[in-house]
C-alpha cells in the first residue's frame, strides 16, 4: 500500500480571515472555488493543501480544545533562518505560544498560534545546532 499525504481540513467561523491569515503571514496562496453551489476557500502552503470549511453557532462543531491534547495537536513548516522568520511574524503580530529555542541537537522549533487557536510549527532541522 502506498500512502501520499493529501491535505488538513481546518474549521473556521470566518473562513476568510483564516485563509487571509495563512495568506499574509505565512505565504499561503488561497484558492477559492464553488462546491455543491456553495463558496470553498482552500490554501496551498509548503506544498501540502488545506481546506477551510464555515462552521457557525449551532451547528453542532465543538470549540478547540485546549492545548496540549490528545489527537492532532499541530502542524509543523520547515524554514531556513528560523531567527529571521520569527522576527519577522511577530513584526506582523503573530502571537507565539513559544520562543524558537533548541530542544535538541540538530532542531530550532518555535510554536505560534493560528486562527482558531490553531497551533502551528516553525521547525528548522540543521547541523548548525547540533
Not at 3 to 23: C, G, I, K, N, Y
Not at 86 to 93: F, H
Request: aromatic share 6%; charged share 25%.
Amino acid at each position: 500500500m502506498a500512502l501520499v499525504f493529501d491535505h488538513v481540513h481546518l474549521r473556521s467561523r470566518d473562513p476568510e480571515a483564516t485563509a487571509q491569515w495563512f495568506a499574509d503571514m505565512l505565504g499561503a496562496e488561497i484558492q477559492r472555488s464553488i462546491e455543491q453551489g456553495k463558496p470553498r476557500i482552500d490554501l496551498v502552503l509548503g506544498g501540502a493543501r488545506i481546506f477551510i470549511a464555515s462552521v457557525s453557532e449551532g451547528d453542532g462543531v465543538n470549540p478547540p480544545p485546549a492545548l496540549p491534547c490528545r489527537g492532532l495537536d499541530h502542524f509543523g513548516l520547515r524554514v531556513e533562518g528560523i531567527d529571521a522568520v520569527a522576527a519577522e511574524l511577530k513584526r506582523k503580530g503573530v502571537v507565539f505560544t513559544k520562543e524558537p529555542h533548541t530542544p535538541r541537537p540538530g532542531i530550532r522549533i518555535c510554536f505560534l498560534r493560528g486562527p482558531e487557536d490553531i497551533s502551528i510549527e516553525l521547525l528548522e532541522r540543521s547541523p548548525a545546532y547540533a
